[in-house]
Structure formats: C-alpha cells, structure tokens
C-alpha cells in the first residue's frame, strides 16, 4: 500500500546495495529527482535495469554504482553516446561493469512476463540479428503447438522501480499521461515502487477513464518532487531541457569535469532544486 514520504526516506527505505533496479521512463518521466537521491546515498552493486538508458544511467555509472547494465539502446537522446557508460566498458572507470543488451521488443515481453509472473518471455524476435551471439540470456525455444522455433528471455523481476507520473490522488493511485513506455508494467513486476509525482490531487474526476493508473496497492512509497524527471519532460507541465542534454555531452567528456559537476548539481543538492530548474520550461 502506498505511503507517502520524502524522497530520501524513500530511497533508503526501499533501495539496497546488490539490488535490481529500473528506473523506468520512455522519453519523459525519467526519475531524475530519485536516481540522483540514490546517487547521494551512495549505493553500490546495482544491477540497472532500463530499455533506454540515458543521462541519468550515464550519472549512476561514472558514480560507481552499477555493477551491471540490463537495456535494449543506451545513448544521449539526440546528441550521441553516453561517455561515462563507455568509459566503464572500455576502460574499467571507475570500475568494470557487465552490459546485458536487448532489443526493445525483449525488454517490453521481459517487463511484461515478470509484471505476469512468469519465468521468462516468449515472442518472435532476434531471427538474423547478432545479438543471441554475445547474450547467452537469448534463448529459443520451440511452440509445443505448431512447432515454431521463438526467441526466449528471462523476466525482468526488479528489487525495486523508480518511476516519475503527474498525479496521485490521496489515496495513493497514481495517474500517468502520455507515453507510456513500460512504466506500469515495470512497477508490476518489481517487489517494491517508488514514485516521484508533480503534484497530488483529491481525486481525478473528470479525467479520461483510459489514462493509466496505478492503484495504490502495487505501489510502495510516493514522493512529491515537482520538476522530478527534470532534463527530461513531464506531459503537460514542463518542455524537455534540450540544452542541458547538449551540455551533458561536453560535461561526460571529461573524467575530472565531470566529477565536478556531480559535486555540484547532485551531491550537494536537494529533491526541491528541481521545481526551479523547470520554471522556464513550464507549459501554459
């Protein structure tokens, strides 16, 4: 049953050190205000999760946390790669990681078969690709029924989901609008939910019946961070920062500059500095 409470109680409540964890947002949403609670609580042995990592799994990995990498495309949206995840590939800093990659179509059944309790996912997929060559997690299997040959993957299972939505009402139901992603099905399949809303309402009459919602029940603990998926957008109340995904790119260039701008902007800030970050971005 949902609680609310502040995202740091949040954070070290339900995160532990060795967990699988998502931090799920396809696009907009992304739990930027909880991944970089996570960051200043200095968590390590992680296994993320996520189909799209982005700027925040590039923060998480230069910062030591991760101990390895389950995703189907990791890259800074519109402007290239991610460095800090590279470097960790290539060069070992700041230490070695293990990458797990899917394609999206895998990673959306995965989610979905754990959401199910399922052990694993089944679907047409990865016929010519050169992915079941260096991912022994891809498997076949072949349809008892018409004796079709399938791609097989484990279901993705978290510890624990960060996700960001727009609303929970005061019972603790959280509302999401526009896209979607696997959001709802990766707060389904984990063992505990952490959500981070913009804002909470008495109820949410009057809206469409089709928008999802997540009720109370599958959901763990809710923080109110306004401007909490801050570079990234919130449908309906904040544009997308692109100018901070540019200047991530000169920033995750460089080892020491980096570092400098994780002292900064992360590890001596609070979950309430996003609210003003988004100011100018807000929407009429």
């Known amino acids: 049953m949902a609680r609310f409470m502040p995202l740091d109680q949040a954070?070290?409540?339900?995160?532990?050190?060795g967990d699988v964890a998502a931090f799920e947002g396809f696009t907009h949403l992304i739990p930027t205000a909880a991944a970089h609670e996570a960051i200043r609580q200095v968590f390590r042995d992680l296994t993320l999760i996520r189909m799209t990592p982005d700027v925040v799994y590039d923060?998480?990995?230069?910062?030591?946390?991760?101990?390895?990498?389950?995703?189907?495309?990791?890259?800074?949206?519109?402007?290239g790669l991610l460095r800090r995840v590279r470097d960790a590939v290539e060069n070992g800093w700041p230490h070695v990681i293990e990458v797990e990659e899917h394609s999206h179509a895998a990673m959306a059944n995965a989610y979905?078969?754990?959401?199910?309790?399922?052990?694993?996912?089944?679907?047409?997929?990865?016929?010519?690709?050169?992915?079941?060559?260096?991912?022994?997690?891809?498997?076949?299997?072949?349809?008892?029924?018409?004796?079709?040959?399938?791609?097989?993957?484990?279901?993705v299972r978290p510890d624990v989901t960060f996700i960001h939505a727009q609303k929970a009402d005061r019972k603790g139901n959280v509302l999401i609008e526009g896209i979607i992603g696997i959001q709802k099905e990766a707060v389904l399949a984990a063992k505990r939910a952490v959500v981070t809303v913009e804002e909470v309402v008495d109820s949410f009459d009057g809206l469409h019946p089709n928008l999802c919602i997540l009720p109370h029940w599958t959901v763990t603990a809710i923080s109110v961070v306004p401007g909490g998926a801050h570079p990234s957008y919130t449908h309906g109340y904040y544009a997308r920062d692109n100018a901070s995904y540019l200047e991530w790119d000169e920033i995750a260039a460089d080892r020491d500059r980096f570092r400098t701008w994780m002292e900064e902007h992360v590890m001596k800030a609070k979950p309430e500095d996003f609210a003003g970050r988004v100011a100018k971005l807000r929407v009429a």
């Open 59 to 79: 923060q998480m990995v230069g910062m030591g946390m991760a101990r390895k990498l389950v995703f189907s495309y990791a890259g800074n949206p519109g402007v």
């Open 11 to 17: 954070v070290r409540e339900n995160l532990r050190d």
């Open 112 to 155: 979905e078969a754990g959401a199910a309790g399922l052990p694993c996912a089944v679907f047409r997929g990865y016929r010519g690709a050169g992915l079941p060559e260096v991912n022994p997690n891809i498997r076949n299997v072949t349809c008892p029924f018409t004796g079709e040959v399938l791609a097989a993957v484990p279901a």
